[in-house]
């Protein structure tokens, strides 16, 4: 399969507490990114890390790259009820081609 | 910035018929569109590559002539569904990379959702 894995398939948790997904991926990169999808709606980029980057933060969001084990995680601080989307990642080997993971569902219970 | 639209949002056709989706980047030039689908709780599978001017470049397992692509503007990319099959209903996503930027950043469109009957 093209795709990496993610786990877990599917979360739920409370507001308030933190999510953790994570992500791994068969081939080198060159960066790997993470996506958010609110049900039947387009992609929005979240956060890039490049392989030469071990950690990344933005706002609530923390991502972390470990390219010895070809995985990543995204964590999310102090969930809200809007953070409940799908959350992707997506690996880029180079050139332009992104191979996406098979997402998290994430369900935040407000 | 970097503003991706898709044309329509929604489409429902009869088996046999063809479907064309368009995909915009809106206030930027794109370099390269891509097209991905994904079907229910899935994830996105790329479909196929396109560069301004040229022809698409094809992932395994998808046929091309039956996936039409046509990029004919640094701006402008369409996908073509040709004798559509109920198999063929799925959300198909476009995403658009800029010649300037973070590179190999993509901006994805708001999806089709296309459903074949």
């Known amino acids: 399969s093209q795709q990496g894995e993610e786990d877990p398939q599917a979360l739920s948790i409370q507001e308030g507490e933190n999510a953790t997904m994570n992500c791994s991926y068969k081939t080198s990169i060159n960066n790997l990114q993470w996506y958010r999808q609110n049900s039947g709606r387009g992609l929005v980029h979240l956060i890039l890390?490049?392989?030469?980057?071990r950690e990344k933060h933005s706002g609530r969001l923390r991502v972390t790259l470990d390219t010895s084990k070809k995985s990543s995680s995204l964590l999310i601080t102090a969930s809200r009820a809007a953070d409940t989307a799908s959350y992707f990642c997506a690996s880029n080997t180079g050139g332009f081609k992104t191979i996406f993971g098979a997402g998290t569902r994430l369900f935040v219970k407000a | 910035g970097a503003v991706v639209s898709q044309h329509p949002s929604w489409v429902i056709c009869k088996s046999g018929t063809s479907v064309k989706i368009e995909c915009r980047s809106l206030?930027?030039?794109?370099?390269?569109m891509f097209w991905y689908r994904q079907f229910p709780k899935q994830s996105l599978m790329l479909m196929a590559t396109?560069?301004?001017?040229?022809?698409?470049?094809?992932e395994q397992g998808v046929e091309k002539d039956k996936f039409l692509i046509n990029h004919a503007s640094l701006t402008l990319s369409t996908l073509t569904v040709t004798s559509a099959h109920p198999e063929d209903s799925s959300f198909y996503i476009c995403?658009?990379?800029?010649?300037?930027?973070?590179?190999?950043?993509?901006?994805f469109g708001p999806g089709t959702r296309l459903t074949v009957t």
């Open positions: 396109s560069n301004e001017g040229s022809k698409a470049t094809y």
């Open positions: 890390i490049r392989s030469n980057e």
């Open positions: 206030d930027f030039q794109a370099t390269t």
């Open positions: 995403s658009a990379s800029r010649l300037a930027g973070v590179p190999y950043e993509q901006y």
